[in-house]
């Protein structure tokens, strides 16, 4: 489980931001499940705040604890996003973590500048006492009196923009293992839920009950969807499937030949067989959508679904996925197609002990004040769950918990979030505001004229 992140000097976070897991109240403890973080944080603010640097800058200690050995060349320097403003630019970018793993605790963190890394630390907490596995700065590195042998080797191969972790980890070292797992197998990120079909079809194969489950959800949320399933589709049918949405813009003998074209060309590929439909090769399946209804209609596809309803597929699927195995589900903008109570419905699967037997955790943004609330007279969110993000006049985020207002369980925080109680809401000049309608009401024309030429 994620305990707790700290990030500093990435890009509108100028200071050490904090996102701190460990419950205050006792309502957010689970009763049964020995939890010792929280399951969700949802961190809500205004357009421009910082809310996506946040996650953002966990998925770069990600993606550097994963890929360094692999994109960072020898004297290639280190990929970041350091503040702006202020002369932070020759500063450090410091990652750090507390995390549970196999039953441990674990503290890792680094700190890079553009050209290396300058300092790296892992400490293990076995049967609650500080144990330091490795500390490093710069090529210095010093390890505690637990660490193997074979650990120590791997100093000795490590590049200045290489982190120690991930080098020890492809060396097969057992101490390092636990954590480097945690980010490459257990910190999972949502997929941009775009209009496409989602990118867990191109992972290879999806068992059955991944798909049980998500039809599961989908009808609970009310979408009237009965089950999911997937089926191959030949290359014809998708020849097919092109060809009809151009109807209306070739004639019949163009269209004719395009077809002919076409079909030659996949022929040739080896996509079919020249005297049959049936393909050479495993093309991915789509997603089909069996509806419920008194008549029974044909499913349907992936692009025929309503964009919310891909939405909540896409992340219903990657939700049960994490709920299965436990880790960290990042989400930016949850809200985004979703209406109020299929995103709380999403939530609740990961607040609900029996759902969520492994201890997973959500970790989203929003700009929904719903959530913040009650939504069909249940509560969406405890208030170790709430996190605001605010910027300041020099452009410097800040991220802080509900719980730093004292809250009472009974208050109405989407009414206080909406009228500035808590801050994390846009300062709108509406002065201003209506100048600049009043303006393009008064010359539209000469606005989209200057549009076109600019």
Same mark, same amino acid.
């Given at each position: 489980?994620l305990?707790?992140?700290?990030?500093?000097?990435h890009k509108?976070?100028?200071d050490e931001q904090?996102l701190?897991l460990?419950?205050?109240?006792?309502?957010?403890?689970p009763e049964?499940?020995?939890?010792?973080?929280s399951?969700?944080a949802?961190i809500?603010g205004a357009n421009a705040s910082?809310k996506?640097?946040i996650?953002d800058?966990?998925s770069?200690m990600?993606?550097t604890?994963?890929?360094?050995?692999r994109?960072?060349?020898?004297?290639a320097?280190?990929?970041?996003h350091?503040?702006a403003?202020?002369?932070?630019?020759?500063e450090p970018?410091t990652f750090v973590?507390?995390?549970e793993?196999?039953?441990?605790?674990?503290t890792?963190g680094f700190?890079?500048d553009d050209r290396?890394?300058t300092e790296e630390?892992l400490y293990?907490?076995?049967k609650?006492?500080?144990?330091?596995?490795?500390e490093?700065e710069g090529?210095?590195?010093e390890?505690?009196?637990?660490?193997?042998g074979k650990l120590?080797?791997?100093?000795?191969?490590t590049?200045?923009?290489?982190?120690?972790?991930t080098?020890a980890a492809?060396?097969?070292?057992?101490?390092?293992?636990p954590?480097?797992?945690?980010?490459?197998d257990r910190l999972?990120?949502?997929?941009e839920?775009?209009?496409?079909?989602p990118l867990?079809?191109r992972?290879g194969g999806?068992?059955?009950?991944?798909?049980?489950?998500?039809?599961?959800?989908?009808r609970?949320?009310?979408?009237?969807?009965?089950s999911?399933?997937?089926?191959?589709?030949?290359?014809?049918?998708l020849?097919?499937?092109?060809?009809?949405?151009q109807?209306?813009?070739r004639d019949t003998?163009?269209e004719?030949?395009?077809?002919?074209l076409?079909?030659?060309?996949?022929a040739q590929?080896?996509?079919?067989?020249?005297q049959g439909?049936?393909?050479?090769?495993?093309?991915?399946p789509?997603?089909v959508f069996?509806h419920?209804?008194t008549?029974?209609d044909?499913?349907l596809?992936?692009e025929e679904e309503?964009?919310g309803?891909r939405?909540?597929?896409a992340?219903?699927?990657e =939700?049960? @996925?994490?709920l299965e195995r436990g880790?960290?589900? !990042?989400? &930016?903008?949850? %809200?985004?197609?979703?209406?109020?109570? *299929?995103?709380?419905?999403?939530i609740s699967l990961?607040?609900?002990?029996?759902?969520n037997p492994a201890g997973a955790?959500?970790?989203f943004?929003s700009?929904?004040a719903a959530?913040?609330?009650?939504?069909?007279g249940a509560e969406?969110?405890k208030?170790?769950?709430?996190?605001?993000?605010d910027?300041?006049g020099?452009?410097?985020t800040?991220?802080?918990p509900?719980s730093?207002?004292k809250?009472?369980?009974d208050d109405?925080? =989407?009414? @206080?979030y909406?009228t500035?109680?808590y801050?994390? !809401?846009? &300062?709108?000049? %509406?002065?201003?505001?209506?100048?600049? *309608?009043a303006?393009?009401?008064?010359?539209?024309?000469?606005d989209?004229?200057?549009a076109?030429?600019?």
């Amino acid at each position: 489980m994620l305990l707790s992140f700290r990030v500093e000097n990435h890009k509108s976070i100028r200071d050490e931001q904090q996102l701190l897991l460990t419950p205050v109240y006792d309502d957010a403890r689970p009763e049964k499940a020995g939890w010792e973080a929280s399951t969700v944080a949802g961190i809500f603010g205004a357009n421009a705040s910082g809310k996506s640097n946040i996650l953002d800058s966990l998925s770069l200690m990600r993606d550097t604890v994963r890929w360094s050995m692999r994109d960072n060349e020898p004297g290639a320097g280190m990929r970041r996003h350091p503040f702006a403003l202020g002369g932070a630019r020759g500063e450090p970018t410091t990652f750090v973590v507390d995390l549970e793993a196999d039953g441990v605790r674990y503290t890792y963190g680094f700190a890079i500048d553009d050209r290396r890394v300058t300092e790296e630390w892992l400490y293990s907490y076995p049967k609650q006492r500080k144990r330091v596995v490795f500390e490093r700065e710069g090529s210095d590195f010093e390890f505690g009196e637990h660490a193997p042998g074979k650990l120590r080797q791997v100093a000795e191969i490590t590049g200045e923009n290489v982190l120690f972790l991930t080098v020890a980890a492809r060396a097969s070292n057992e101490v390092v293992d636990p954590v480097y797992r945690w980010f490459s197998d257990r910190l999972v990120f949502a997929a941009e839920r775009l209009p496409g079909r989602p990118l867990w079809l191109r992972r290879g194969g999806v068992p059955e009950d991944a798909l049980n489950a998500l039809s599961d959800l989908l009808r609970s949320a009310d979408t009237g969807i009965r089950s999911v399933e997937l089926r191959e589709e030949e290359p014809i049918d998708l020849l097919d499937r092109a060809l009809s949405r151009q109807q209306g813009t070739r004639d019949t003998s163009t269209e004719r030949i395009f077809r002919e074209l076409l079909k030659a060309r996949l022929a040739q590929d080896g996509d079919v067989e020249p005297q049959g439909r049936r393909p050479r090769r495993d093309l991915p399946p789509t997603p089909v959508f069996n509806h419920g209804g008194t008549a029974p209609d044909r499913p349907l596809r992936w692009e025929e679904e309503s964009r919310g309803t891909r939405a909540l597929a896409a992340l219903g699927f990657e =939700a049960q @996925r994490v709920l299965e195995r436990g880790g960290v589900l !990042v989400v &930016d903008e949850i %809200d985004a197609s979703l209406h109020p109570y *299929l995103s709380a419905r999403v939530i609740s699967l990961f607040q609900d002990e029996e759902q969520n037997p492994a201890g997973a955790q959500l970790v989203f943004t929003s700009h929904d004040a719903a959530l913040l609330g009650r939504v069909r007279g249940a509560e969406v969110l405890k208030r170790d769950h709430i996190w605001f993000v605010d910027k300041d006049g020099e452009g410097r985020t800040s991220l802080y918990p509900l719980s730093d207002f004292k809250p009472r369980g009974d208050d109405n925080r =989407a009414r @206080r979030y909406l009228t500035g109680r808590y801050g994390a !809401v846009p &300062d709108v000049d %509406d002065e201003l505001f209506r100048e600049a *309608l009043a303006r393009r009401e008064r010359h539209p024309a000469e606005d989209g004229e200057g549009a076109a030429r600019r």
